[in-house]
């Protein structure tokens, strides 16, 4: 998961269950196994790409992109991301 997304899951959780509990779920995946991949201009430009040519959120392309990037599955449940069901390894949820 990149920090960008990071961002999402926070913001998301804040706005529907309140800013302590954010911060909770926050502080527990960043216990967690989960490799955190922080945003270079590589990574940036990947994102931007897939943003430029397929219907997905920005924070949406970083995440396609980190996928791919990394040679990594994307687990999601968000039908957005069929547009790029070609180009990255996804597990549907």
Known sequence: ??????????????????????DFIIANLLKSPILFVHVDERLSLIAGRIKAFHKLSYADAFAAATAIDLDAVLLTGDDEFKSVEDKVKIEWL
């Not at 997304?5 to 954010?22: P, S």
């Open 1 to 22: 998961m990149n920090v960008v997304n990071l961002g999402e899951v926070y913001y998301i959780v804040a706005r529907r269950k309140g800013v302590d509990i954010a």
